[in-house]
């Protein structure tokens, strides 16, 4: 199985500044055939499913604002929150759908200082 | 729009099977790939399955031996049983569709039902 690794496990950013989420993976879930990376970030708030932020590792899914930034390739990726809102406080997770089984990281909490 | 509707018993006793059903409106299930994912309290998620409208299905290795994913076309639901439960399996339980734009990734997801597994 691919394990992917968050770090920070929480974070707390004041308004309006950057908030940066990182997640490794155990391989590389680059598919050279595509030229894609197999990697998508979700935020999930409290007793809500988790929503849909980005895909192909920096593909903004349509409706997110675009505080929201995806980044990197093959094991090392990056969410960037450019300027913190009250409404971004959540819990992130990145998710691979390169292999099976499909796999989550053990998520990051984003709060405001 | 689309919605995705997890139904089914919220309390299922050890070694006994969980079966839930998810209601999607808006879309048909012969559109694409369906999974059925589950997240314990404070934990991340985990994925346990998919399904296409054919039929054709696929198990996360750790649950296949428990888990049937199945599809009805007629009345636009997936289904899932997962036999001999145990606490290990109480969580929410999501269905979710596949995002095809985005090579499978999940861009729809229903509200989720928890399942709480005790005697």
């Known amino acids: 199985d691919i394990v992917l690794t968050q770090s920070p496990e929480s974070l707390a950013v004041s308004l309006g500044e950057r908030a940066t989420i990182n997640c490794k993976s155990s391989?590389?879930?680059?598919?050279?055939?595509?030229?894609?990376?197999?990697l998508a970030w979700y935020q999930q708030k409290p007793g809500q499913p988790p929503k849909l932020l980005i895909y192909?590792?920096?593909v903004r899914q349509s409706g997110v604002p675009d505080r929201f930034s995806g980044s990197g390739s093959e094991t090392d990726f990056t969410l960037t929150i450019s300027s913190l809102q009250a409404e971004d406080v959540a819990v992130y997770y990145c998710?691979?759908?390169?292999?099976?089984?499909?796999?989550f990281g053990q998520g990051t909490r984003v709060e405001i200082k | 729009q689309v919605q995705l509707q997890e139904s089914g018993p919220g309390l299922v006793k050890p070694s006994e099977t969980l079966s839930l059903t998810c209601t999607v409106s808006g879309d048909s299930v012969t559109s694409f790939f369906w999974s059925w994912i589950r997240q314990p309290a404070g934990l991340g998620p985990e994925w346990i399955g998919y399904?296409?409208?054919?039929?054709?299905?696929l198990y996360n290795p750790s649950l296949e031996s428990r888990a049937t994913i199945s599809v009805d076309t007629t009345k636009n639901q997936c289904s899932l049983k997962l036999t001999s439960v145990t606490a290990a399996d109480t969580a929410v339980y999501y269905c979710?569709?596949?995002?095809?734009?985005?090579?499978?990734?999940?861009?729809?997801w229903g509200h989720g039902t928890v399942v709480t597994v005790s005697s």
């Open positions: 192909w590792a920096s």
């Open positions: 399904i296409y409208y054919s039929g054709s299905t």
């Open positions: 391989r590389s879930v680059f598919y050279t055939s595509t030229s894609k990376n197999y």
């Open positions: 998710h691979q759908y390169y292999s099976i089984p499909r796999t």
């Open positions: 979710a569709r596949h995002f095809a734009e985005g090579g499978g990734t999940f861009d729809i």
